[in-house]
């Protein structure tokens, strides 16, 4: 069976009131439904999650952006652990986005929120990616200090609810200097496949599902699918307007 392509919005800290963020959704749902060949999901700010979820029902999937470093409760001013989030409907979690580790998050603080969210069965969506290109390919040994630092630890049994997002950060946002070609997109996936087969063993490393963001649009979004060969995409800004993103989602469902 053709493994589904998983298309993932990133709402970011948008839209500005849950009243906004649910008929985002609303045209979502309904643009989507009958899309069969692909995994949809929207990840959002925590405080809109639960009112999402309930929304969606299933229909599309529901993410937070972030979770705490910390499994179970206790005096943590301020942080959400993963099993709040599952408890409101959460099934997927954004961690290491360029964004928060731009904000300080370390390769050791990731690596503790991956496990706090496995632990609370939700599936992680792993953010790695470098600042710059280089021609001697430095870039290629920082993704790969992401990627044995970021899972050190992490049960083999756990793979099948972990993703990939290969972020290059000079592609992401407004200030990209240019989004990544497919071949860009390919080189580095198979990079990360080889890193977690050697991380893991073949069988496991090679099943993890490395999806492509930055500066996605209904323009690239077919490229970085067929050339590419991504198995999915993170979407940001186009994941907010709810018509463009349909539009990715059709064209991933056809690919
Ligand atoms: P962008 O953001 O699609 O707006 O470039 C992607 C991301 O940061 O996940």
Request: glycine share 10%; hydrophobic share 45%.
């Amino acid at each position: 069976m053709k493994t589904k392509k998983v298309i993932v919005g990133n709402w970011k800290m948008n839209p500005g009131s849950v009243l906004e963020a649910l008929e985002i959704l609303k045209e979502i749902i309904s643009g989507s439904a009958s899309l069969s060949g692909i995994k949809a999901v929207i990840c959002a700010p925590a405080p809109f999650l639960q009112r999402l979820s309930l929304m969606s029902k299933q229909r599309v999937a529901i993410g937070a952006e972030d979770c705490s470093f910390v499994e179970g409760i206790g005096p943590y001013t301020g942080e959400v652990s993963a099993r709040m989030l599952k408890s409101i409907g959460a099934s997927y979690v954004i961690l290491g986005h360029s964004e928060r580790r731009a904000i300080g998050e370390s390769d050791e603080l990731i690596n503790k929120k991956i496990k706090s969210a496995m632990s609370a069965s939700l599936k992680v969506i792993l953010c790695v990616g470098e600042k710059t290109r280089d021609e001697s390919g430095e870039y290629l040994n920082l993704i790969k200090y992401q990627l044995t630092a970021g899972l050190d630890k992490v049960k083999k049994d756990s793979l099948k609810n972990l993703i990939i997002a290969y972020e290059p950060i000079w592609a992401i946002g407004k200030g990209a200097s240019r989004p990544a070609t497919p071949a860009d997109v390919l080189e580095v996936s198979i990079f990360i496949k080889k890193i977690l087969a050697e991380i893991f063993g073949y069988e496991y490393g090679i099943r993890v599902l490395v999806i492509y963001g930055g500066s996605v649009d209904a323009n690239n979004s077919g490229e970085f699918l067929v050339a590419g060969k991504a198995d999915g995409l993170l979407v940001g800004r186009e994941s907010l307007n709810a018509r463009n993103f349909i539009k990715i989602l059709r064209i991933a469902d056809n690919v």
